[in-house]
């Protein structure tokens, strides 16, 4: 029953603005190309962010920086029994949603879907936000220069969800396993 509901869900939700639109008289399809402009307007002033943000994370994982401090952080992670594969995931998640998709992928291919890696790295791409891509896109979007508050806030937020995904991971995939 809810499948066949959420089928309809955005059929009727156009309809209704349709019907909207009708009734209050507003030339829809001329608003609906003024939006598309506008849209366009706005893809177009964001791209040298989103060019900014693909450099840098590139220059990130070729310089060796990632491994680095992949490697830095598995002294702390093993005493914690925690596997150091997850720490790309650590780092990429706040910087490129495809490229933690992508290393995530990896460690599936790698340790399998029911391996506790694989469900921490799950758990910790579903907890953490892409926070320099959200600030890069919706900032430059409408202009905004000076962002440092908005950086420290989601670097602390990602930092919170990370370890609470390790938290939980810890809390229901090993508390299942003795």
């Known amino acids: 029953m809810i499948s066949k509901i959420s089928l309809l869900i955005l059929p009727l939700m156009i309809l209704i603005i349709l019907a909207m639109?009708?009734?209050?008289?507003?030339?829809?399809y001329e608003?609906?190309?003024e939006g598309a402009?506008?849209?366009f307007k706005v893809s177009i002033s964001i791209?040298?962010?989103?060019v900014a943000?693909?450099?840098?994370?590139?220059?990130?994982r070729a310089s060796g920086a990632l491994d680095y401090f992949s490697q830095l952080l598995s002294v702390v992670l093993d005493k914690f029994s925690i596997s150091a594969d997850i720490v790309p995931i650590m780092f990429t998640r706040s910087l490129s949603g495809s490229a933690t998709l992508g290393i995530?992928?990896?460690?599936?291919?790698?340790?399998?879907?029911?391996?506790?890696?694989?469900?921490?790295?799950?758990?910790?791409?579903?907890?953490?936000?892409?926070?320099?891509?959200?600030?890069?896109?919706?900032f430059g979007s409408v202009g905004i220069k000076k962002f440092r508050?908005?950086?420290l806030t989601g670097i602390i937020a990602d930092i919170t969800g990370i370890v609470l995904a390790i938290l939980v991971s810890r809390l229901f995939f090993l508390a299942n396993i003795g």
Request: no cysteine; net charge negative.
């Open 37 to 39: 402009k506008d849209g």
């Open 53 to 60: 943000l693909i450099v840098a994370i590139s220059m990130f």
């Open 149 to 151: 508050y908005s950086i």
């Open 104 to 138: 995530f992928s990896e460690l599936a291919t790698v340790h399998g879907a029911d391996d506790f890696v694989t469900k921490m790295a799950a758990v910790m791409v579903g907890s953490s936000e892409t926070t320099f891509y959200v600030l890069t896109v919706y």
């Open 21 to 28: 639109g009708m009734i209050k008289k507003v030339p829809i």
């Open 31 to 33: 608003e609906f190309v």
């Open 47 to 50: 791209i040298p962010y989103l």
